[in-house]
């Protein structure tokens, strides 16, 4: 009986860890830094436990949301703040909680100051992610979706790594704001058409087509900026380029899925013909992404903006897949953005590694590392190679389905995308040969350190997780088959 009422109010437990986190930390004292830290691990630890509980579960069986649980209802606005889960927002949680371990433990020696503000910050943004990925409600969920920005605003404007940091903060906050205003308007506008925000039942209505194609611009001015689409990108690389290394790791793993998630949990279901109307634009613009932000990728001299456009180039492909309308694409879009979490956060903490050491990110200053830091220099490889989409690792299965499900639409549009392919092999393979491989640098660097064995334990998870997705795909995709389905439902 204890354990059925426990699996009933899972997601409440989820939810109401990082809040008590965030309590605990406030009545710890400022000095103690060593325990904040291993109060915060403990914290994070936990709700990913739980998210494994979910996990566990999970029956894969239904498309129905799963855990659903009303925390309250406020009548005389027909408001409910209802939370639950499908197939692929389960993924999201299980990452959001995964990636925050990683974030708090590569923090462990690099925050100087106002550490237990550092740690509040994220346990926040922690709560706002969680609340993202379960709330069935449009109000709460645009809430707690632009909730988000606050915490990464102070985590990369306070705890950035470079001077620029306030210009890029700001831009990130005010770009990813914007974007959102006239989301904004088109929530409302359903609320005093419809009378309700409860995404159950503004799945069973129809609109307008004139009123489908206003609600999906507004949605799409907002999604477009988080994920970002070209020509909404500008903020990314900047962010990336001043934000710390955890800061890096969590906006590139979890802030750009969440346009990817709205997509899929709003804009398709419950605006059908507007999604299939403006189908080519989505398409143009991802295949300008792809190839636009390949070759920009190629120019860079900073390591963290070399990843940050490459990140364009590769959510070019998670929008063509979500936007093909069939299993194949839509379950490799959401694979991809799976895959592409671990890769660029695996990528971004070489980096981290690297500025650690010689505090510098320029790609000139490194050559030769293969003779004097073997280890990274072979989890560099191995995520480079995964970063291609090599057989064998998680974005292999990503880019292999979504091309399945482009070339049942549009054959020309997936011979385009294969140069995208080709193009990421080439900064991948310039990137790791540039910092490898080539004579040592000694008139530079006097001091070289091979991984430590916390480094090498933050790396090592997020190798076995790329290696169980490609090597073993079908543990993932049939969670969210039916969830999949259950989408293309709305759209017939």
């Given at each position: 009986m204890i354990l059925f009422s426990i699996?009933?109010?899972?997601?409440?437990?989820l939810s109401a860890l990082p809040l008590l986190g965030v309590w605990g930390l406030i009545l710890l004292p400022e000095e103690e830094k060593h325990i904040c830290l291993i109060f915060t691990l403990f914290i994070t630890c936990l709700i990913f436990l739980v998210t494994i509980f979910l996990w566990i579960l999970f029956d894969p069986t239904t498309s129905f949301f799963q855990f659903n649980k009303v925390l309250f209802y406020f009548s005389t606005l027909n408001f409910y703040y209802i939370i639950g889960i499908d197939g692929i927002s389960l993924f999201f949680l299980v990452l959001t909680s995964f990636l925050i371990i990683l974030c708090v433990i590569v923090s462990w020696q690099s925050i100087q100051?106002?550490?237990?503000?550092?740690?509040?910050?994220?346990?926040?943004l922690e709560f706002c992610l969680i609340q993202v990925f379960c709330v069935l409600d449009l109000l709460l969920f645009y809430i707690f979706f632009e909730s988000v920005l606050i915490p990464m605003f102070l985590i990369v404007g306070v705890w950035g790594s470079r001077v620029r940091k306030i210009r890029a903060a700001y831009q990130f906050f005010l770009y990813t704001l914007l974007g959102s205003v006239l989301m904004l308007i088109g929530i409302i506008f359903i609320y005093f058409t419809k009378g309700s925000f409860d995404l159950h039942i503004l799945s069973l209505v129809n609109f307008s087509t004139f009123c489908e194609i206003f609600l999906w611009l507004s949605f799409f001015a907002s999604f477009a900026v988080k994920i970002p689409m070209v020509p909404f990108h500008i903020w990314l690389p900047e962010a990336h380029a001043e934000a710390p290394t955890a800061g890096s790791v969590i906006l590139a793993g979890i802030l750009l899925k969440l346009g990817g998630y709205g997509f899929l949990r709003f804009s398709l279901p419950l605006f059908p013909f507007a999604s299939i109307y403006f189908t080519p634009v989505i398409f143009l613009l991802s295949l300008i992404a792809i190839i636009y932000a390949s070759l920009s990728t190629l120019r860079q001299v900073d390591l963290k903006k070399i990843i940050a456009y490459s990140s364009v180039s590769h959510m070019g492909f998670v929008t063509i897949g979500i936007f093909s309308f069939n299993s194949q694409g839509i379950e490799g879009s959401v694979i991809l953005m799976l895959s592409h979490a671990l890769v660029s956060s695996a990528l971004f903490l070489c980096v981290g590694i690297l500025y650690d050491r010689h505090k510098t990110r320029i790609i000139k200053y490194f050559s030769g590392l293969v003779y004097v830091m073997p280890i990274f220099t072979i989890f560099l490889l191995f995520f480079s190679f995964s970063n291609i989409g090599?057989?064998?690792?998680?974005?292999?299965?990503?880019?292999?389905?979504?091309?399945?499900?482009?070339?049942?639409?549009?054959?020309?549009?997936?011979?385009?995308?294969?140069v995208g392919v080709v193009l990421s092999a080439c900064y991948s393979i310039w990137l790791l040969n540039r910092i490898s491989f080539g004579t040592l640098k000694i008139h530079y660097y006097f001091f070289f350190q091979d991984l430590s064995r916390r480094e090498f334990w933050l790396l090592f998870p997020l190798l076995l997780l790329i290696l169980w997705m490609g090597l073993y795909p079908t543990s993932f995709i049939s969670e969210i088959h039916f969830s999949t389905l259950n989408l293309l439902e709305h759209l017939k």
């Open positions: 699996s009933e109010n899972l997601l409440l437990i100051f106002y550490l237990k503000e550092y740690l509040i910050a994220f346990l926040i090599f057989p064998g690792t998680s974005s292999f299965i990503g880019e292999i389905l979504v091309l399945f499900g482009c070339i049942k639409i549009n054959i020309a549009l997936s011979v385009f995308m294969t």
